[in-house]
């Protein structure tokens, strides 16, 4: 007796199911003159070796900063303290414009860190390249530049009484460079989404 729902033969074309392992890549080899020239790239490390010496530094710095600043807690005034403490703070921005520099500098143009689910593993390390270290290494100076110019506001007070360190002059610049470089930032946020637009379509035309 024929069956009334027949079972229909397999394909061999659908037998390979999406889940099944992507082997492996193989290894190019590459002959002498290019594997020279990208061996090159080693040739950054003793740079971030000395990014990461100048953090040292920097951690030093922090140190001498925080302890003049508990030494003389019953003798500042409050002005003094907010500039010593904006100094902290000049120094932080500063580690961390290094940190962003030596970890994102070293995954994109020497080799992969390889630290894909470490607890510690920064957000924005898993799709960092060229162009986000760009407009994040912009933000980051701007954010330094913003420290320097309120440091330069709150001492530009007393530039009437004339014991201040800076002057009209040296106020404005400052104003005019700090404008500057957020421009500049913009700038290169705007060309970085314009880039990625035009890939985008580019990819979307030959999709179809």
């Known amino acids: 007796m024929r ?3 027949p079972i229909p033969a397999s394909n061999p074309q659908m037998s390979v199911t999406s889940d099944a392992p ?3 890549k193989q290894r190019v080899e590459l002959r002498p003159i290019p594997m020279l020239i990208f061996g090159s790239r080693w040739l950054q490390l003793p740079l971030y070796v000395g990014l990461i010496i100048a953090q040292g530094v920097y951690v030093v710095l922090f ?3 925080l302890w003049h600043l508990f030494a003389h807690a019953f003798d500042f005034s409050e002005q003094q303290i907010m ?3 904006l100094g902290l703070i000049d120094v ?3 580690s961390n414009l290094l940190v962003m520099v030596i970890v994102g500098g070293y995954e994109t143009f020497v080799s992969r860190l390889n630290l894909q689910g470490h607890p510690d593993e920064p957000e924005w390390l898993s799709h960092v390249n060229a162009s986000v270290l760009k407009i994040k290494l912009a933000m980051a100076i ?5 420290i320097h110019l309120l440091r330069t506001f709150i001492e530009a007070g007393a530039l009437s ?3 201040s360190n800076y002057t009209e002059t040296g106020v404005m610049w ?3 460079i700090h404008t500057v470089f957020i421009l500049s930032a913009i700038g290169i946020a705007v060309v970085d989404k314009l880039s990625n637009a035009a890939i985008e379509e580019a990819k979307q035309s030959a999709g179809h």
């Open 174 to 176: 400052q104003t005019i």
């Open 92 to 94: 932080v921005m500063i």
């Open 3 to 5: 069956s009334a729902n």
């Open 142 to 146: 701007i954010g330094i530049s913003s």
């Open 63 to 65: 140190l001498k900063e």
């Open 161 to 163: 009484s004339g014991k």
């Open 83 to 85: 500039l010593a403490v």
């Open 22 to 24: 992507v082997p492996p």
